[in-house]
């Protein structure tokens, strides 16, 4: 495991907590814009730190997709209705 993914994963839950998940969705369109904006947030974080540090670390095209998936069900059962 590389650092690049602990800060991935850093940066998710960074982005998750900013967000407001769990506590501050109160409906599942909410909970779905929140953890969107969570997964894009890592993921851009994540992108700008290896652009700025010249890193050539690759990520396969489909883990932010995955990441995204994860997040919403990780939290799609959280939301107050």
């Known amino acids: 495991m ?6 991935y994963a850093a940066l998710l839950c960074v ?6 998940l769990p506590d501050l969705t ?3 369109r909410s909970a779905f814009a929140a953890c969107i904006g969570a ?13 700025v540090t010249g890193s050539q670390a ?3 095209p489909w ?6 998936d994860a ?8 939301v107050n209705r």
Not at 2 to 7: D, L
Not at 63 to 68: L, R
Not at 71 to 78: E, K, N, P
């Open 39 to 51: 997964t894009a947030t890592g993921a851009v974080g994540i992108s700008a730190g290896q652009l």
């Open 63 to 68: 883990t932010s997709g995955g990441d995204a």
């Open 2 to 7: 590389s650092w690049w993914t602990v800060g």
């Open 58 to 60: 690759r990520r396969a």
């Open 15 to 20: 982005g998750t907590y900013a967000a407001g």
């Open 71 to 78: 997040v919403l069900a990780a939290f799609a059962h959280t």
């Open 26 to 28: 109160r409906s599942p």
